[in-house]
């Protein structure tokens, strides 16, 4: 048990374009969900942590207005890179905690890789 | 300095061999240790979980966490092919906050 899924896997979009990106539990109901980001040959780093129905935390730096998280439901999460630039480019990866184990306990999904032109 | 420091590699070992993949921390107050194991282009897969100081073994997987030398490793025995991977540690503040700081990565190959 604790999939956790990512769709789409892989993005390419335009310059100023919006991206919206999917993370979904799927055998599991996730009390929080966490987004990273992840450049080559470097590690995952925190942007924001959300919790179901709640308004997202983000982490020191990162843009609440051009990143826009969504924690819909218990098995839902949603990114959104509004007005996305090269610079944005990178790979994103969500994660999600389960009841009961706390949130130190995270399990991933699979990453999308945005590549914006 | 990083809160977390780990020597990105790559290491190559010959399939067989113990491997030995190890971090250093500064926060005194990281309570969680984590080891990932992450594919290329995939999402990060848990490994060893381990609260406070001590060892735990998993299968050919050992977790060491030393809190007195701010020190963790992670043990492979009997190396495979298929344990070429980047290893991650990863760590978190007492309170559960969720709050994960990552290693760099180490890249290990194991060859055939």
């Known amino acids: 048990g604790a999939v956790v899924s990512q769709h789409p896997s892989w993005v390419i979009c335009k310059s100023g374009t919006s991206v919206k990106i999917e993370c979904r539990s799927l055998?599991?109901?996730?009390?929080?969900m966490f987004w990273y980001r992840q450049f080559p040959k470097q590690s995952l780093m925190l942007m924001a942590t959300?919790?179901?129905?709640?308004?997202?935390?983000?982490e020191q730096g990162v843009e609440k207005d051009k990143f826009l998280i969504n924690h819909a439901s218990l098995t839902l999460s949603t990114l959104t890179v509004t007005s996305a630039h090269p610079e944005d480019s990178s790979f994103y990866i969500c994660?999600?905690?389960?009841?009961?184990?706390?949130?130190?306990?995270?399990?991933f999904g699979p990453g999308t890789r945005l590549t914006v032109l | 300095q990083k809160e977390v420091e780990q020597d990105p590699g790559p290491l190559s070992v010959p399939e067989g061999a113990i491997v030995s993949l190890n971090c250093t921390y500064s926060?005194?107050?990281?309570?969680?240790f984590m080891w990932y194991r992450q594919y290329s282009r995939k999402g990060p897969e848990l490994l060893m979980y381990?609260?406070?100081?001590g060892n735990k073994e998993d299968g050919r997987f050992t977790a060491q966490v030393d809190k007195s030398s701010k020190y963790i490793s992670l043990f492979i025995r009997d190396s495979q092919p298929s344990d070429s991977a980047t290893y991650l540690c990863?760590?978190?503040?007492?309170?559960?906050?969720?709050?994960?700081?990552f290693g760099q990565g180490t890249t290990l190959q194991v060859k055939p």
């Open positions: 926060n005194s107050a990281f309570q969680y």
């Open positions: 990863a760590m978190s503040l007492s309170g559960n906050t969720g709050k994960l700081i």
């Open positions: 381990t609260y406070s100081s």
């Open positions: 994660s999600a905690s389960r009841a009961g184990e706390g949130r130190g306990t995270q399990y």
């Open positions: 055998d599991f109901q996730a009390t929080t």
């Open positions: 959300s919790n179901e129905g709640s308004k997202a935390t983000y």
